[in-house]
T-cell receptor, first 113, second 110 residues
Framework: NAGVTQTPKFQVLKTGQSMTLQCAQD?????MYWYRQDPGMGLRLIYY???????DKGEVPNGYNVSRLNKREFSLRLESAAPSQTSVYFC????????????FGQGTRLTVV | GENVEQHPSTLSVQEGDSAVIKCTYS??????FPWYKQELGKRPQLIID?????GEKKDQRIAVTLNKTAKHFSLHITETQPEDSAVYFC?????????FGAGTRLFVKA
């Protein structure tokens, strides 16, 4: 039982390049999330998917797109990377309902130069 | 939009002392308040949570209190130990969105 798995763990991009961060969970959770973590700013929600087939914007969606491929997988795409997107990205999942714990992946450290 | 304010941003205590971290939330619809601990280079992990129908919850050396009227909730760690040193995040959740505070870096000096 791996929980939430993210790939890759590290990535360096040049400005303007595109890439997709992958996330998969094996806990049969309905809801999945993408956060970015910057020093002194905590975890900010980029996009979330309450259930398979739905996605919604979070606090900081600009410059990102997401795809809920199936119940297990939720990917985050940067179409044209910018230095401001240098951050640590965390994927998380939780069961349905308003008061359940979120489980996090191990994070992806992305640097845009 | 919804936000969560967390104070202090840094907290240094002596081993054995207590540590208190306070948060304020803005979304009246929030009904779930988790606290996460994040060690350096690792993922956030849940340490305790409280739901809106409960005012206080305790788990060994950790306790959380909630005042829904004032939209305040707090984390209390008693008898702190060096391994408690980490970044702690409060969060509030209404519906499917969990909004996090900016974090508190706790240092426990031996």
């Amino acid at each position: 039982n791996a929980g939430v798995t993210q790939t890759p763990k590290f990535q360096v991009l040049k400005t303007g390049q595109s890439m997709t961060l992958q996330c998969a969970q094996d806990m049969n959770h309905n809801s999945m999330y993408w956060y970015r973590q910057d020093p002194g700013m905590g975890l900010r929600l980029i996009y979330y998917s309450a259930s398979e087939g739905t996605t919604d914007k979070g606090e900081v969606p600009n410059g990102y797109n997401v795809s809920r491929l199936n119940k297990r997988e939720f990917s985050l795409r940067l179409e044209s990377a910018a230095p401001s997107q240098t951050s640590v990205y965390f994927c998380a999942s939780s069961d349905q309902g308003a008061s359940t714990e979120a489980f996090f992946g191990q994070g992806t450290r992305l640097t845009v130069v | 939009g919804e936000n969560v304010e967390q104070h202090p941003s840094t907290l240094s205590v002596q081993e054995g002392d207590s540590a208190v971290i306070k948060c304020t939330y803005s979304d009246s619809a929030s009904n779930y308040f988790p606290w996460y601990k994040q060690e350096l280079g690792k993922r956030p992990q849940l340490i305790i949570d409280i739901r809106s129908n409960v005012g206080e919850k305790k788990d060994q050396r950790i306790a959380v209190t909630l005042n829904k009227t004032a939209k305040h909730f707090s984390l209390h760690i008693t008898e702190t130990q060096p391994e408690d040193s980490a970044v702690y995040f409060c969060a509030s959740r209404g519906g499917f969105k969990t909004i996090f505070g900016a974090g508190t870096r706790l240092f426990v000096k031996a």
